[in-house]
């Protein structure tokens, strides 16, 4: 009971001088005194507000034009693409925090008092911020070793997601995918997790089976199937051609037909041999079955 009347006691203290203060301020000559300055700090706020949007958009032009004499520079340096998206991006998000804290000091807020706050609240900004410290070391990585470059085709292991890399920059990479849709992937996990890149080589090997009945003749559906091959324009003749029996299935004996193409004429190939194995079988009389099954009766 006693420290709850000490508490009461303290809380009505605190309130007398609070309410001190106010009549102080309240007294007409201190009224009238901040009144009259009014006009004078709002007008300095004012200008002050002005001329730091002003700093703003002269410092964004500025550092577009830094910006372009960089990736200029670059460019006639013959710097992959990616390189030099990866250091436009560096140095637009560096030179926009530094304009940030140029126009913050403007309003009395000391810059190296902000990197203090900043640097003793470290471990907790670390915390807050490990996933963008991630990706953007993934960026490093990747322009460093180069597992993939703009242009290249590559598929992420972990996530299944694939595409022809467009941009590479300081946190993530877009992949654009065959039906025309952009793909974000951050470059901590395209650096810690596993990935192919398709078109590393100038060529690319297809792979594709068919399936040919019991009764056909066999040699000759290899030997029209070869030529089919040898006769495409596209096809690598100095590379492996092969047609070969992959496996004696339930009801088709499936063939495994084999060549190489370019990696930019892979797909359209793909599909083209795909469509004129089965004109070229259709053509030579073989039956391409579908499955099926023997039942036999036995009477009796």
């Avoid at 911020?129 to 290249?152: C, E, H, R, T, Y």
């Avoid at 029209?224 to 596209?234: C, F, S, Y």
Wanted: proline fraction near 2%; include cysteine; hydrophobic fraction near 50%.
């Amino acid at each position: 009971m006693m420290g709850y009347m000490s508490a009461l006691s303290a809380a009505s203290a605190g309130s007398g001088e609070i309410m001190e203060e106010v009549e102080e301020l309240m007294k007409p000559g201190v009224l009238k005194a901040f009144l009259s300055q009014l006009p004078e700090k709002a007008w300095n706020l004012g200008i002050r507000v002005l001329l730091a949007v002003v700093a703003f958009f002269i410092g964004v032009q500025l550092i577009k034009l830094v910006r372009s004499i960089i990736r200029k520079s670059m460019n006639r340096a013959n710097a992959e693409v990616g390189a030099v998206q990866f250091v436009d991006s560096f140095v637009k998000a560096a030179f926009y925090v530094l304009l940030v804290l140029m126009i913050a000091s403007s309003f009395g807020l000391d810059a190296a008092s902000i990197v203090a706050v900043l640097g003793s609240a470290g471990v907790a900004i670390g915390l807050a911020v490990q996933g963008s410290l991630s990706n953007l070391a993934g960026g490093v990585l990747i322009l460093i070793l180069k597992p993939f470059k703009v242009g290249d085709y590559i598929r992420e292991d972990s996530s299944g997601k694939e595409g022809t890399v467009t941009e590479i920059q300081i946190f993530y990479t877009k992949l654009l995918t065959f039906d025309n849709q952009a793909v974000i992937l951050p470059n901590g996990n395209l650096a810690n997790n596993s990935l192919v890149n398709v078109s590393a080589e100038a060529f690319r090997r297809m792979d594709i089976k068919v399936g040919i009945s019991y009764r056909a003749d066999l040699r000759k559906a290899k030997e029209v199937l070869r030529q089919m091959l040898e006769e495409d324009e596209k096809t690598v003749k100095d590379r492996d051609m092969l047609v070969y029996v992959d496996e004696l299935a339930e009801s088709a004996v499936i063939l495994g037909v084999r060549c190489w193409f370019a990696q930019e004429d892979f797909w359209s190939g793909k599909w083209r041999i795909t469509e004129n194995c089965k004109l070229a079988l259709d053509g030579a009389g073989i039956e391409i079955p579908y499955n099926q099954l023997d039942v036999h009766v036995k009477n009796g």
